[in-house]
């Protein structure tokens, strides 16, 4: 009798036969059995390095293979530690930077400490939120494969079933592993991707990547320095004084991942393609599988409208920070307007990194519509003031929509210089906004007009 269990005697019916299962084993060459696979290197190196990502762990990843592997990434390029001087530097220009905001902005500044990080201190200092990230995901990714057999598969298959959970969580490890590190390389501060992925209230900028950028552009090293550090100020001060920012834009994630829907049959569609041709001796070949989402299921519309808020809430986000800091820098810096073309540019166009990334989890984290949200922004600010701008961060239901976006100019255009408004008054015209105007309590005719018992 064969223990392979892409190949089974005659005297053991395949559990996995007509699913996805028994096309990766044939073409696998039974390597989790031990047998097609042990005479070649290349495949054996392969799946020593998967055996190395399923031994036991908590949760759905083993985040410290994961991890290893990013470091090891990062450490293909030299990495060094920040020094003394990196560390004033960034506390002194993250110093100045709140000072300018505060002209710019009604928020005050949500900055405790400063950090230079080297790209290595990136990620242990980012990791629990990409852990937040990313597992629910990975959660539904892992359990989708069993969960989408039938239940006398299942049965069949016994704990077949769990090593394969293991095997598609180790291949999803690499995979993250592999994004992460490559984001190290990249990433410039701890709020450079939009989301809040550093501790809450500290401020800190990569400098061996912001040195990297620097060598591209015609601008000194001190005013990028200062230019990002007036960006990662502004980021600070959003999710500080916007409370329910944080969760808003995770909970897109998380609804993201629940929206997730395996369907076998399509996976093995997807499988078959991708395994035609591939040899299981060539150890590249089959990294690159897992980089180009063997696995990924096709999105459903729960999993588009989650990412479509999520895109639209990055845009409001990033385009805010612009407008703020270019509003912080006209009459102070000359060289902002070229560093603001040149980090809008690297924002839309994405790096390599972030495109590992989206073809990991589906998330694209670069937001496309920057330069509308910023022209929504500056102009409600133009209209109304920077309280209005501001204001509109007081609830979710305020935020600006895709329509919005599509005519940036024309957002709450009838809006202009507020009133002076009493406690009362200013709750009641939060409720029309929330509700309605024709909500239970709300009054479509204003605070002034006559109650109900008026004749």
Known sequence: MSNDPGTPGDDQPNPFKGTPFEQ????LGGALGGGGAAGVPGGMAFFQQLQSLMQPHDGPLNWTAATDMARQAIAQEPDPSPTQRDQDRVADAVRLA???????????????????????????ETQPVWQV??????ARSVTGLSSGLPEEMKAAAGPLVGIIGQAVGGMMAMQIGQGLGALGGEVLTASDIGLPLGAPGKAALVMSNVRAFADGLDVTEDDLVLYLALREAAHQRLFAHVPWLREHLIGAVTDYARGLE?????????????????????????????EGGMFDPPQTEAQTAALSRLEIALALVEGWVDEVVGQA?????????????????????????????AALVGLELRPRRLRDASTLWGGLRTRSGQEARDGVWMHPDLLPTAADLDDPLS????????????????????RRLLDGPDSPGSDASGPDSPGPDSE
């Open 411 to 430: 957002f709450r255009a009838e809006v202009t210089q507020p009133e002076e408004l009493s406690a009362d008054e200013f709750d009641a015209e939060l």
């Open 24 to 27: 990766i084993f044939s073409a």
């Open 262 to 290: 395996v369907n076998a049959q399509q996976i093995q569609d997807r499988v078959q393609e991708q395994l035609r041709g591939i040899d299981p001796a060539n150890l590249e070949a089959m990294q690159g599988l897992i």
């Open 133 to 138: 990230l990313v597992e629910p995901v990975a």
């Open 329 to 357: 820098t006209a009459e102070r810096m000359p060289a902002a307007t070229k560093l603001r073309e040149a980090v809008r540019r690297r924002r839309a166009a994405g790096g390599p990194a972030e495109q590992t990334f």
């Open 98 to 124: 709140d000072h300018w905001l505060d002209t710019a902005t009604g928020f005050p500044s949500g900055v405790g400490t400063t950090a230079a990080w080297s790209r290595a201190e990136w990620l242990v």
